[in-house]
């Protein structure tokens, strides 16, 4: 019932910032949680961070805390990330994903949590 497209993503030196956006199309945006996962080579899928419904709650994972910002705009469909003093570490193809309804504290860091899924747009931080 949503498709999301990510895009912001590229080749970045290490300590500079990206912003990475996810744009969702569908009439019912503002009833989707909404979170930022990302998968490095070789790696699991790797939480990043999630955001509730009305914006009003936010989780990261320890990994980005203090460094990465997710926020959302219902008028306008969107869902930014904020990535500021970006590492190598943070290195991997970034993912937008959505689950209808709550985002609930044990589950919000399970990639099988959500439902949809956008195409993932690569990040890459040199040295």
């Known amino acids: 019932q949503v498709q999301l497209v990510e895009s912001g993503g590229g080749l970045v030196q290490a300590g500079r910032s990206l912003r990475l956006s996810c744009a969702a199309s569908g009439r019912t945006f503002s009833n989707y949680a909404m979170a930022w996962f990302r998968q490095a080579p070789g790696k699991e899928r790797e939480f990043v961070a999630a955001?509730?419904?009305?914006?009003?709650?936010?989780y990261y994972a320890d990994s980005v805390k203090g460094r990465f910002t997710i926020s959302r705009d219902n008028a306008k469909n969107t869902v930014p990330l904020q990535m500021n003093s970006l590492k190598p570490e943070d290195t991997a193809i970034y993912y937008c994903?959505?689950?209808?309804?709550?985002?609930?504290?044990?589950?919000?860091?399970?990639?099988?949590?959500?439902?949809?899924w956008g195409q993932g747009t690569q990040v890459t931080v040199s040295s």
């Open positions: 994903s959505a689950r209808e309804g709550t985002l609930y504290g044990t589950l919000y860091a399970r990639s099988r949590f959500y439902d949809y």
């Open positions: 955001i509730s419904r009305s914006g009003g709650i936010a």
